[in-house]
């Protein structure tokens, strides 16, 4: 008879009151949509923060509207260093993009909390947001005819339009890559890091029951500066390389 191992997961508030009240609908609803409704919370509470900072400004910022210039100002010098002064118009999406990202990977580290972005089915839909954005990006900088243009390679000269067949191919195939590449490397890495707590929680409540002391070990202290470290990197990353994106698609002269 074949024995199934379920993935480590450290329970989360949604899961622990399904299984406490199972025969109720809404719990259970909310338990499998629990990826969602966690990613929910977080955008919330960057909403709740961000009307806070914008709320009553003031020429001399304390605070939270502090805090929130420093971020954008700081966002703001690096999209506008891959993209060029064309740039500043996707601050808001990029920074809003690694702030939601970040605190989603941050989640784990809450007890109660759970990362949505351990789930391919959140990284797929970030990807096909940043997929969009940039096709309509696109689009509107360059027009249709330049932007049919550079799916095709910018072909020049008899050689270039003669590789068109076999280079507008290659160039929609990488547009649709490109988003792919984006949603495996954040939900695989963010998976890591949640099955590596679950399994040292695990293993900490075993230590202490063998040493028969009231509460486990905490051995997950240990990977908790690695897991701040790589959220932190992942969400940098993502960003990064939809910025990347942003300025491949966007006119050659915005980048002077």
């Known amino acids: 008879m074949a024995v199934e191992h379920a993935i480590p997961e450290l329970p989360n508030l949604l899961t622990v009151l399904s299984e406490r009240f199972h025969d109720q609908p809404l719990l259970a609803w909310l338990h499998h949509w629990e990826n969602l409704v966690f990613a929910s919370v977080i955008?919330?509470?960057?909403?709740a923060v961000a009307w806070r900072a914008a709320r009553r400004p003031s020429l001399t910022?304390?605070?939270w509207q502090n805090v929130c210039e420093w971020f954008v100002d700081g966002v703001d010098r690096f999209?506008?260093?891959?993209?060029?002064?064309?740039?500043?118009?996707?601050?808001?999406?990029?920074?809003?993009?690694?702030?939601?990202?970040?605190?989603?990977?941050?989640?784990?580290?809450v007890p109660g909390m759970k990362s949505s972005t351990a789930s391919l089915n959140t990284t797929v839909a970030l990807a096909v947001v940043v997929?969009?954005?940039?096709?309509?990006?696109?689009?509107?900088?360059?027009?249709?005819?330049?932007?049919?243009?550079?799916?095709?390679?910018s072909p020049r000269g008899v050689v270039g339009w003669a590789l068109v067949?076999?280079?507008?191919p290659i160039h929609v195939l990488g547009e649709f890559i490109k988003p792919m590449s984006l949603s495996l490397r954040l939900g695989f890495n963010v998976f890591a890091e949640d099955v590596l707590l679950a399994v040292l929680v695990g293993l900490g409540l075993t230590a202490g029951l063998a040493l028969h002391l009231p509460i486990g070990l905490p051995l997950q202290a240990f990977?908790?500066?690695?897991?701040?470290?790589?959220?932190?990197v992942q969400a940098l990353v993502f960003s990064l390389l939809s910025t990347v994106y942003i300025a491949l698609m966007s006119p050659h002269e915005a980048h002077a």
């Open 61 to 63: 910022p304390r605070g």
């Open 131 to 153: 997929f969009c954005y940039v096709q309509w990006i696109g689009l509107r900088a360059n027009g249709p005819l330049k932007y049919l243009d550079h799916l095709a390679g």
């Open 223 to 232: 990977v908790v500066p690695l897991v701040l470290i790589f959220s932190t």
């Open 79 to 109: 999209v506008q260093g891959l993209v060029g002064p064309a740039g500043r118009r996707h601050v808001p999406f990029i920074g809003t993009l690694f702030l939601f990202i970040w605190f989603m990977n941050l989640a784990v580290l």
């Open 165 to 168: 067949p076999l280079m507008l």
């Open 43 to 47: 955008a919330l509470a960057l909403c």
